[in-house]
Nanobody, 115 residues
């Protein structure tokens, strides 16, 4: 099994910054995609930022220019740097890896942005 653990969420003021981390452990092979998703209260989970195995990086339009995806392969960790946060960014953020057609998710970390 693959385990993903998010950290870095919390309560921040609008305009502030936060960096989320996702540490992966277990057997990780043939990763197709990796990235971050979020689920605002009462809404569906949607893509925030993800990278394919080919290196293609995709961002949701709502976060382009504000959020940056990165990873540290040596530490088996991916990051989401979030700047200029808005109340609309309030959500539970989940890290994700897709391996051989299977999706693995962390338990999520809550980001609350106050106005």
């Amino acid at each position: 099994q693959v385990q993903l653990v998010e950290s870095g969420g919390g309560l921040v003021q609008a305009g502030g910054s936060l960096r989320l981390s996702c540490a992966a452990s277990g057997s990780i092979f043939s990763i197709n995609t990796m990235g971050w998703y979020r689920q605002p209260p009462g809404k569906q989970r949607t893509l925030v930022a993800a990278q394919t195995s080919g290196g293609i990086l995709n961002y949701a339009d709502s976060v382009k220019g504000r959020f940056t995806f990165s990873r540290d392969n040596a530490k088996n960790t991916m990051y989401l740097q979030m700047n200029s946060l808005k109340p609309e960014d309030t959500a539970v953020y989940y890290c994700n890896v897709a391996i051989w057609g299977l999706n693995y998710w962390g338990k999520g970390t809550l980001v609350t942005v106050s106005s």
